[in-house]
């Protein structure tokens, strides 16, 4: 009755590597972060995709919109970016095998100098 609150944190699984729940309106980067899980990351604002992770299952909460910043392909497997998203049920993830490396996406999308 009193006291009593909607509001709760989710239990995030990492495949092949732990689990952490999260604190209510905690993203997934700072609830791994605040229980001692390395997870990688690096501006936590949105704006690198070294945080990029595959949702298994669960729904997430996206504080960002992420299209301009993932792949068309990364989109349809379903990744997300673990310091924009806000668990709204259990859920798994999957990491990526490799880091991510956007500096690379962003050279190819520069307009090449004129002659
Ligand atoms: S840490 Fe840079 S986009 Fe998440």
Redesign the pocket.
């Known amino acids: 009755m009193f006291g009593w609150s909607k509001k709760q944190g989710y239990e995030v699984v990492i495949e092949g590597r732990s689990s952490f729940v999260t604190e209510p309106g905690e993203t997934v980067?700072n609830g791994a972060l605040r229980s001692g899980i390395a997870f990688p990351?690096?501006?936590?604002?949105?704006?690198?995709?070294?945080?990029?992770c595959q949702l298994v299952s669960g729904k997430v909460k996206e504080l960002t919109d992420k299209t301009y910043?993932l792949t068309k392909e990364e989109l349809e497997q379903g990744f997300i970016?673990?310091?924009?998203s806000v668990p709204r049920s259990n859920v798994t993830l999957r990491l990526p095998a490799r880091p991510v490396a956007r500096r690379d996406r962003g050279s190819a999308r520069r307009i090449p100098p004129t002659p």
Not at 41 to 52: D, F, T, W, Y
Not at 81 to 84: A, E, F, K, V, W
């Open positions: 980067l990351h690096s501006c936590k604002v949105g704006g690198c995709a070294s945080c990029m910043l970016l673990g310091c924009q």
